[in-house]
């Protein structure tokens, strides 16, 4: 079982790493989601998930589909789009990935593996992914 602290870590190169490791059969977990990073500027980053979040069907628009707020789905949500997801590997390997916003009890006193090439050091403009997420009206 690989743990990881998303804290100051880039969402799509974790994702990545994050992908590559549950398609390999292990076991990932990731805590901190909401202090993720994303690279751009704040305005940027809010217009992106306020398109995919006003997105309605056509045909009923109460139907869907209907994207959350919580930064630890959005994030659950990125990893799947880096996997298979439509195929048998890729429903397995999506299993094996769960998410969490904070530190929960059991995973306090545990090593975490460190993602190298997915922090945010020489990236210049980045925001968290929580605070996106709490200005789109995200309440955890």
Avoid at 129 to 135: A, P
């Amino acid at each position: 079982m690989i743990l990881i602290n998303a804290e100051n870590h880039i969402m799509g190169r974790l994702g990545t790493f994050v992908a590559k490791k549950a398609l390999e059969g292990e076991q990932v977990t990731v805590v901190n989601a909401e202090k993720i990073m994303i690279t751009g500027t704040r305005e940027n980053a809010l217009a992106k998930m306020r398109v995919k979040l006003h997105m309605r069907g056509k045909g009923n628009p109460e139907k869907g589909p209907k994207y959350s707020r919580m930064p630890d789905k959005i994030l659950r949500l990125s990893f799947r789009g880096m996997l298979p997801w439509r195929s048998s590997r890729g429903k397995e390997a999506f299993r094996k990935i769960h998410v969490y916003n904070g530190m929960p009890e059991e995973y306090t006193g545990k090593e975490f593996t460190e993602v190298e090439h997915g922090k945010a050091r020489e990236v210049k403009t980045f925001v968290e992914l929580g605070t996106v997420c709490k200005l789109l009206g995200a309440k955890w």
